[in-house]
């Protein structure tokens, strides 16, 4: 399920390029994110809008200290 999850965003860039492509994947991500977390609050019997927006924020810390690192040691894309 891992693998079908993380294909989801790189659909975009199989039909186009650039910056839609990656603000297209991103917007794919975060969704399929939200969507996980209030499927998990679902199961778990919790509300499912706190749970989808508590994965969506984890998921944005996680980034945003992979983005900081990123730049901190000179990483470069493109």
Do not use: D, H, K, Q
């Not at 839609?20 to 917007?27: D, G, L, N, P």
Request: aromatic share 10%.
């Amino acid at each position: 399920m891992f693998a079908v999850g993380a294909t989801v965003p790189l659909i975009p860039f199989l039909l186009t390029t650039g910056t839609t492509a990656a603000v297209t994947a991103a917007a794919l991500g975060f969704g399929v994110l939200a969507g996980v977390g209030a499927f998990v609050g679902f199961l778990s019997g919790t509300s499912v809008w706190r749970s989808g927006a508590r994965m969506l924020g984890l998921a944005l810390l996680a980034t945003s200290v992979t983005y900081t690192v990123g730049r901190l040691f000179g990483a470069a894309v493109g």
